[in-house]
């Protein structure tokens, strides 16, 4: 099956720095890539998705970058604010963007005022 | 937009007994609803689909007679941990993907099952 693996674990910014979050994928099927954003106790909140016949996508501040074939996707925030401060999970999945998903084992990131 | 609706967001039960997670669609119907887990500090993890009219297809290392789940009607999935214990304690969440648009997952609100 599918397997993501998402890096760092941890990453402490400043505030107005940027932050870059790093996954990849197994399974070459896989076709589409969201991000989430979670806060404690809370259902994860889409941030941003791309799928593979797209090599980036950006939003704002956010932005995720993908490369089918080193089969690897990121997410970059510019501009970073304390309201950033959450665990951030990538994931993929096969077929529909609704699809089950596999997610990445998560980024929690802190941004320093 | 659409919205999955999960209850109850928080339980706490007793060693050995059985807890039920209801999760429904308010304004579509899914025919497909998957279950995640998610332990403290760590992702989430797939731990079965949920499928209307038939059996439920759960993820390898699942146990499918502790964690039964019935996708009673279009709109309805539960979940139900049987002869809960300490270590299934966990944030439990569902999504389904909306039938009529190739769009994102919706998520319910979680549970967050505590077993003492």
């Known amino acids: 099956g599918e397997n993501v693996e998402q890096h760092p674990s941890t990453l402490s910014v400043q505030e107005g720095d940027s932050a870059v979050i790093k996954c990849t994928y197994s399974?070459?099927?896989?076709?589409?890539f969201p991000w989430y954003k979670q806060e404690l106790g809370k259902r994860p909140q889409l941030i941003i998705d791309i799928r593979s016949n797209v090599g980036e996508k950006k939003d704002q501040r956010i932005a995720v970058t993908l490369n089918k074939t080193a089969k690897h996707f990121s997410l970059h925030i510019t501009e970073t604010q304390p309201e950033d401060s959450a665990v951030y999970f990538c994931a993929a999945s096969m077929g529909a963007a609704g699809n089950k998903l596999t997610f990445g084992g998560g980024t929690r990131v802190l941004v320093k005022p | 937009g659409a919205v999955v609706s999960q209850h109850p967001s928080r339980v706490i039960c007793k060693s050995g007994t059985s807890v039920k997670i209801e999760c429904r669609s308010l304004d579509f119907q899914a025919t497909t609803m998957f279950w995640y887990r998610q332990f403290p500090k760590q992702s989430l993890m797939l731990m079965a689909t949920s499928n209307e009219g038939s059996k439920a297809t759960y993820e390898q290392g699942v146990e499918k007679d502790k964690f039964l789940i019935n996708h009673a009607s279009l709109t309805l999935s539960t979940l139900t941990v049987t002869s809960a214990h300490p270590e299934d304690s966990s944030f439990y969440i569902c999504?389904?993907?909306?039938?009529?648009?190739?769009?994102?997952?919706?998520f319910g609100q979680g549970t967050r099952l505590t077993v003492v």
């Open positions: 399974d070459s099927a896989s076709n589409y």
């Open positions: 999504s389904a993907p909306h039938p009529l648009g190739n769009t994102e997952a919706f």
